[in-house]
């Protein structure tokens, strides 16, 4: 794979200290400001059945890093997650606020080169953000490969999501470790599909608070969250999770079944 260099200005000091605000105050001050760009962020589904949730807090959270720098995200996978948890669907991005033509999907054979790929990516500062996708436990992803992340997401400035499906928080180099999963959220006027909403958990943060949980609505149009109002009607979200459901007030995937 080949990733284009991209010229970046700032010193390693004032990128290190380069952090997105996500717009809900009370999150953004246990992070001292928002998350941190040049970082690694691991989000964990709490579930199997809670993929698509953390598919989709990862997606709306790297869109909005990305869209604030100007510059694409680039989401890999390996082929056998693919065929695992499915295609992912330009319209479900597209309703999180994304923009499909400016995602940058990569399929490698194997964890190894998810991996290398993701150094490189990071190493070159051309992404706005970088996103790996990994199912199970990952056992190339152990303490020496985490701190290869972190030095090449320290030196670029680039953060890194590595999203965790169908596996148990280990130990890491991260900045942060999140768990995700669905939370109801409120129907929109004439029973239109309300905003997502993730019910999410700080299990850790270096240098800061941990065990800390919100429940964020995900505003597609600023690209930015809230905690949830979540007063007057709900809808519950299917046990599931990952189906399409056309009732107001679930949460849209944008985690498809894998085309046949």
């Not at 598919?55 to 694409?72: C, I, K, N, T």
């Not at 990569?106 to 070159?124: H, N, P, Q």
């Not at 953000?129 to 436990?137: D, N, S």
């Amino acid at each position: 794979m080949r990733v284009a260099q991209a010229p970046f200005h700032k010193c390693e000091s004032q990128i290190a200290e380069s952090r997105w605000p996500s717009g809900a105050a009370s999150l953004d001050a246990a992070l001292a400001g928002g998350f941190a760009c040049g970082r690694v962020h691991e989000v964990y589904a709490a579930e199997a059945d809670d993929a698509a949730a953390a598919a989709g807090f990862v997606a709306a959270l790297a869109s909005g890093m990305s869209e604030d720098r100007r510059r694409p995200l680039l989401w890999l996978r390996t082929r056998r997650d693919a065929g695992r948890t499915g295609t992912l669907q330009a319209n479900g991005w597209a309703e999180l606020g994304g923009r499909p033509e400016r995602c940058l999907f990569g399929l490698v054979a194997d964890e190894k080169m998810l991996l290398r790929a993701a150094v490189d990516a990071l190493r070159s500062a051309a992404p706005g953000a970088v996103v790996i996708e990994g199912w199970g436990k990952m056992s190339g992803l152990d303490l020496t490969a985490s701190r290869r992340l972190v030095l090449a997401a320290e030196k670029s400035g680039v953060p890194l999501f590595v999203l965790r499906i169908d596996a148990c928080p280990s130990s890491s180099a991260a900045q942060t470790r999140w768990q995700v999963s669905a939370a109801p959220s409120r129907a929109l006027p004439g029973h239109a599909p309300g905003r997502p909403v993730f019910a999410i958990e700080l299990l850790r943060q270096r240098s800061g608070p941990a065990g800390l949980a919100w429940k964020l609505e995900w505003n597609r149009d600023q690209r930015m969250f809230r905690e949830a109002s979540l007063s007057g009607a709900v809808v519950p979200v299917p046990a599931g999770g990952a189906a399409a459901d056309s009732r107001a007030g679930t949460i849209r995937p944008v985690i498809g079944r894998r085309a046949a």
